[in-house]
């Protein structure tokens, strides 16, 4: 049954029972009416369990009893929406999920060589060296996949590297030890970030956008904002000009 009162009700919150001998009144959680006859047009939300008055609903008695003899589920606006949501939510978690082991390196250039395999034994090479530098063990064969992003291209041999790895162990390690990364010469143009889904390259746009306004209304001009932080917890900070 798609809907409805009557027959589909069997304890609605918001039914109140007046008394033993009197019929089942259904409250509209719209309106607040109480409606008591029997013909009384309703609509049940099957996930809240709220009854929804036609009148409030915008719909016609034919609406209503098309819909009542639809299979449809039925839901009030409140319950699509937080649906809605959550469905959103399901999939970027899984995205994120995915994701969770892989780790992108930008800056490390590649070698002009037409074998794919040497190349990529190259970068190999050069990762395990990072990790290495970052005080992190980890051997050549636990670098389960290494890929440069992007098609092979002789004039620019700079394509951001996707690394799989066997855990996300090693990658929360890197981040936390970022500080060999950054304050060696050698990496000077090497950077490492997150395999970002869609939305959280959204978001980490959304804090640029929000570090440059608020840079732009810091009045001593001493200061400028700026994102920073582990993937997991990024956010815009408040840096002295000269530090940073
Ligand atoms: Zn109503
Ligand atoms: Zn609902």
């Known amino acids: 049954m798609a809907s409805t009162r009557k027959s589909s009700i069997t304890c609605p919150k918001s039914s109140q029972k007046t008394s033993q001998d009197e019929d089942e009144a259904w409250t509209c959680a719209k309106c607040t009416k109480i409606f008591r006859e029997p013909e009384a047009q309703l609509m049940e939300c099957q996930r809240c369990k709220e009854h929804f008055c036609i009148t409030c609903l915008k719909k016609t008695k034919a609406e209503y009893s098309m819909l009542c003899k639809t299979d449809a589920m039925w839901f009030c606006g409140k319950c699509r929406i937080v649906m809605e949501q959550h469905a959103v939510t399901d999939i970027e978690i899984e995205k994120r999920k995915s994701r969770e082991n892989n780790l992108i390196v930008f800056g490390i250039p590649e070698i002009d060589e037409e074998s794919k395999e040497v190349r990529e034994n190259a970068d190999k090479e050069r990762l395990n060296e990072l990790f290495k530098d970052c005080k992190i063990q980890l051997?050549?064969?636990?670098?389960?996949?290494?890929?440069?992003?992007?098609?092979?291209?002789?004039?620019?041999?700079?394509?951001?590297?996707?690394?799989?790895?066997?855990?996300?162990?090693?990658?929360?390690?890197?981040?936390?030890?970022?500080?060999?990364?950054k304050t060696n010469p050698k990496y000077e143009k090497v950077g490492v970030s997150n395999d970002l889904t869609q939305a959280e390259r959204e978001q980490e746009k959304r804090l640029w956008d929000?570090?440059?306004?608020?840079?732009?209304e810091e009045v001593s001009g001493d200061y400028h904002f700026r994102v920073r932080g582990p993937?997991?917890?990024?956010?815009?900070?408040?840096?002295?000009?000269?530090?940073?």
């Not at 929000?210 to 732009?216: G, I, L, P």
């Not at 997991?232 to 000009?241: E, M, Q, T």
């Open 139 to 181: 051997d050549k064969e636990n670098l389960k996949t290494v890929k440069r992003l992007g098609k092979f291209n002789k004039e620019k041999l700079n394509r951001p590297i996707l690394v799989k790895l066997p855990s996300a162990e090693p990658k929360i390690t890197l981040f936390r030890n970022i500080h060999y990364i």
């Open 210 to 216: 929000q570090a440059r306004r608020q840079t732009e």
């Open 231 to 244: 993937p997991w917890a990024r956010k815009v900070v408040k840096l002295r000009k000269l530090d940073s």
